[in-house]
């Protein structure tokens, strides 16, 4: 009770805090599209949830599986399955909001924690991919309790310390394979360390513990080798990574197109105050050589430089497990603003306040209540509103089916094998026992023939101006305008005529 009292006003605004992170994540959860990778993620928990065989169905693919087993739980709760993907990730970012709170405390003090944790809650970047059904929600929360033991653990050497940062650290891995960077920024955090009081014995002990803490992570990764695909893992990795043998003669490509990309990101997902804050924070952890921090920074320099030196695909939120420590360091950068202003901290606390959330929070209230006019970079909104990887209508399209199933037996076909369609309508039609088949941009003679038998739907996700022949056109949602200009892009629903 006297840790209570003494911290009550802390406590308080932090409360607060989560009631505005939850505002900030709830609303309109399922207004934004649906895009490619949640509609393959969620098919594949109902695929799990249906098929206890099939737990490992992801390596197929060469995807961990975990987010996809910590959803099947949800869909006894909502019906809707895009919400309860979504809700995932707001309950995941949930926990990375209480790990930034406990690494700022630990590392600073408990002002830096509120205003660690108030960035975390307003940021554009963490309050956009909290409210997706990907997995990077998952690994932000699992790198920043990680983060947070390995501070500890410089701190006190301990067995148990070591067993849950392993636990924490292979449960990253099982969420996403590049959580494998986190084990190699782990011995970097040596620098949060004073030497000069450091004896070898000491050092020896904490790389020990390490080997500890990786041994465990390894187990739990290695635990994937029940699944009878697991050598997909290693694999698929070709797809995505540059090899050594390919970047030779050209060791900044794509170093230099990623640091534009990442620059883009910073402006419009941080945002340019708080990239300063973030900048001023580093500042500050050099001036007055706060060993720890310079821990937390290696934790993000570290994953950050190997992204973007070897990956072939580059996108924001592949960073994303990287913005929380970032968002701790740009909290201490502030609170040692204030601390030299000439004002009372109270006071400029209020100017603070007034001055950088509405700039940080404008954004994101957008990203809530109409994404469409809400400020992204190019490849963000291409990707996520406007291209064929974002799906629009489906559940209504799926509701439409289903009452047309009832009056007779009906078949589907879809424009697209995987991801966006045919998986983004199969999540709805889960338990419907509705043929769905997929197809290429036209429609196959298979479907053809079908049409001729039973009714027949044909979903199309293409150009606005294409039209289908030999079809009836039911019902179509057309995307958002691109801003370079492009052909507009629509979701179409047709009966196909015998």
């Known amino acids: 009770m006297r840790v209570l009292l003494k911290h009550k006003l802390e406590i308080a605004i932090f409360f607060g805090l989560i009631v505005l992170y939850f505002a900030l994540r709830l609303p309109n959860l399922t207004s934004q599209p649906i895009f490619a990778d949640e509609a393959i993620y969620i098919r594949w928990a109902q695929i799990m949830k249906s098929e206890p ?10 995807k ?52 660690a944790v108030l960035l975390y809650v307003i940021v554009p970047y963490t309050v956009f991919f ?83 803490a990786i041994l465990f992570a390894q187990l739990i990764y290695n635990s994937l080798r029940l699944g009878p695909e697991f050598n997909q893992l290693a694999s698929r990795n070709g ?29 419009k997902l941080i945002t340019l105050p708080v990239t300063a804050l973030i900048l001023m924070g580093i500042y500050f952890s050099i001036k007055t050589k706060n060993r720890l921090s310079w821990a937390v920074l290696v934790w993000v320099l570290i994953p950050t430089l190997i992204l973007m030196a070897f990956l072939k695909t580059f996108t924001a939120r592949y960073l994303l497990f990287c913005v929380p420590p970032l968002l701790v ?19 400029g606390t209020i100017l603070a306040l007034i001055l950088i959330v509405p700039l940080v929070f404008y954004n994101s209230y957008l990203l809530v209540t109409n994404f469409a006019a809400a400020s992204l970079p190019h490849n ?90 030999k079809a009836e056109l039911i019902k179509k949602y057309l995307k958002i305008k691109p801003l370079d200009k492009k052909p507009q892009e629509v979701i179409k629903l047709y009966r196909l005529l015998p």
């Not at 990574?241 to 197109?257: A, N, T, Y």
């Open 380 to 469: 963000e909104r291409a990707g996520y509103f406007e291209d064929w990887t974002a799906g629009y209508g489906f559940s209504e399209i799926a509701q439409y089916l289903l009452e047309e199933n009832k009056k007779q037996p009906i078949v589907v076909g879809t424009d697209g094998f995987f991801g966006t369609l045919p998986d983004g309508l199969y999540i709805y039609l889960d338990k419907a026992n509705i043929p769905v088949v997929g197809s290429g941009a036209t429609v196959s003679a298979m479907l053809r023939e079908t049409a001729s038998q039973k009714v027949t739907f044909f979903v199309s996700n293409t150009k606005e101006y294409v039209v289908l022949n």
């Open 53 to 62: 065989t099939l737990r490992f169905i992801s390596l197929q693919d060469g």
């Open 64 to 115: 961990t599986p975990l987010f996809m087993w910590a959803m099947i739980p949800l869909f006894k709760i909502f019906d809707d399955p895009l919400f309860a993907g979504r809700f995932l990730s707001v309950i995941s970012g949930f926990f990375t909001l209480l790990g930034v709170f406990a690494l700022s405390w630990r590392v600073f003090n408990s002002r830096v924690a509120l205003w």
């Open 329 to 347: 360091i740009a909290a201490y950068g502030l609170d040692s603003l204030l601390k030299k202003v000439k004002l009372n901290y109270k006071t």
């Open 130 to 212: 909290d409210r997706m059904a990907l997995v990077d929600s998952m690994l932000a929360a699992f790198s920043i309790w990680a983060l947070f033991i390995a501070i500890w653990l410089l701190q006190k050497p301990r067995l148990d310390l070591a067993m849950i940062l392993g636990y924490l650290l292979g449960g990253a891995w099982i969420v996403k394979t590049p959580a494998m960077l986190n084990l190699l920024a782990l011995p970097f955090t040596v620098i949060g360390l004073n030497f000069k009081n450091l004896s070898k014995k000491s050092l020896f002990k904490l790389f020990l513990l390490w080997l500890v």
């Open 239 to 267: 797809d995505y990574v540059f090899s050594l043998q390919e970047l030779q003669g050209r060791p900044l490509d794509p170093f230099l197109p990623h640091f534009g990309d990442v620059k883009e990101w910073f402006m």
